[in-house]
């Protein structure tokens, strides 16, 4: 057999590669495999400092993340009992028709609970109405906010309790006044003196924030300028009377020196203390309420009038009030169509765990009870909040909606449904000046107690500093001095009538601020948030 040699050359030279491959291979996995069936002591230790150090690789791969985006807040509540995936094939309908029944039960409970034991607090303390507002039903609708702050402040140390106040305050500012205009069924006019407190109690607070928060940084000394600021305010609109009859007295003092008219003391708002209202959510026993304010109001004022004419005063008022059914327990069967059928079986455990839970203060036998009906309300109000932004949260994550954009339009407007629902029963019963006072006075113990009672307390515990992490907080926060300067302004030029026109300006001027927010939250104009992780 002839062999041709160039041929053999030629395959051999090919197959040299593979071959060399093969070899490395087939070393490589019996390196390998001595080293996990047989190792060292050297291996081990270099094992272990391997494993190590691929720890430590990872942790810095997840913090990296973290660093370079913004974290989802729906990491700040429970977790949920749906997967992201579920939630994307339907179930997120769940949490949207949990989120309206929560709704409806705040709605309930401001209009069957909380205001008529605010009727009674206003008899039974001789205090105004807008003082009311701006003091105990501010601070109702406050609580929520307080609550995420505690949470945000000393658990998950975030800026959840600072941009809950911040998103909130805009949305009071113009978006909860147009809501009472527009509901209204007539023009409510509004007392200046009282509206032009309440803004400048609010620029006040705000202004005092941004001062504070503008290092970042919150230290003991700046929390405990807020509760003092806070109590100044309470001091002011509880003891405002007597502030009034002070300067009347260095008015007269002066105009009699001077010789000078111009001074009456008949303009004084202490003469025009706001009666009680005959409202939605007046109690049974009403007519005797506005006899006894009626007369410890003739009282204080020194009226001179017989008590035979304030006796029938009050017996008119009382039969005014008589026509007034009694309102029905959950276990009254409705005599309307099949529509409020249908509406009595889809509130009833609403209703029947209010009912069980809360002294009703409109029936004649719990009118002694309004403090614990008041605390009690305050408690529901937090938990069904709290319950509307969590559902909020979780419909924006599912959606794919930014944090930022939620904050300021859903999570803003399930945050303020207790000032919501309050400013348009109000409206409509007439009383504008509770309901602008509770909007106003909302903004302001956000400020001071819900942001200064939690700072106050872990800075004094701690011994350190509060972080505020969003350095855009400054500038959000600087923005609600301009919407309040501007919606006072346009109630001014309105001669301080809340009326339709003011309605639909506030409705203009909250869209306009929206788009803008939108666009600066979206990062249009410069580069202000982290993308989402």
Known sequence: MIINIPTILIIFISLVPAYD????????????????????????CCAKEF?????????????????????????????????????????????????????????????????PSLDCICTRMKISSDVAGATFLAAASSFPELFVNIIGTFLTESDLGVGTVMGSAVFDTFATPACGALSAFHVIQLEWRILTRDCIFNVISVGTLVVIMWDGVIELYEAAILIALLIAYLIILFCGKYFIRWYKKLARLFTSKTGSTAFSGDESPENKEEPMTDGLYRPYFHGEL???????????????????????EAQNHVKMTEEYIEPNTPFIWPSGDR????????????????????????????????????????????????????????LGDTMGISDSIMGLTFLAAGGNMPELISIVILARQGNGNMG??????????????????????????????????????????????????????????????????????????????????ILVELNVFFHANLPMC
């Open 51 to 115: 494993t190590k150090i691929t720890k430590i690789s990872e942790l810095d791969d997840k913090d990296k993340p973290k660093e370079n985006c913004t974290p989802h807040s729906l990491e700040e509540f429970p977790e949920d009992l749906f997967t992201a995936e579920q939630r994307r094939q339907g179930a997120v309908a769940l949490h949207t028709f949990f989120g309206l029944y929560c709704f409806l039960m705040t709605a309930l409970v401001c209009n069957d609970y909380l205001l």
């Open 436 to 517: 602008m006072s509770n909007t106003l006075g909302a903004n302001t113990l956000d400020i001071l107690m819900c942001l200064g009672l939690p700072w106050l307390i872990k800075t004094s515990m701690t011994g350190k500093s509060v972080h505020i992490v969003s350095g855009a907080l400054s500038y959000s926060v600087l923005s609600i001095i301009v919407c309040v300067i501007i919606f006072y302004t346009v109630v001014a030029m309105c001669r301080y009538q809340l009326n339709k026109t003011v309605g639909v300006i506030c409705l203009i001027l909250y869209a306009i601020f929206l788009v803008f927010a």
């Open 290 to 312: 506005v006899a006894e304010y009626r007369k410890k109001s003739l009282t204080s004022n020194a009226v001179h009038k017989t008590s035979t004419d304030c006796a029938v």
């Open 21 to 44: 491959n093969a070899n490395l291979g087939s070393t490589e996995f019996l390196i390998d495999r001595n080293q996990h069936e047989i190792p060292t002591e050297k291996d081990s």
């Open 339 to 394: 529509l409020a059928k249908i509406w009595f079986w889809f509130i009833w455990p609403l209703r029947l765990i209010l009912f069980v839970t809360v002294p009703d203060s409109r029936y004649k036998r719990w009118k002694n009870w309004y403090p614990v009906t008041f605390v009690m309300c305050v408690t529901w109000i937090a938990i069904t909040s709290y319950l509307v932004s969590w559902m909020m949260t979780v």
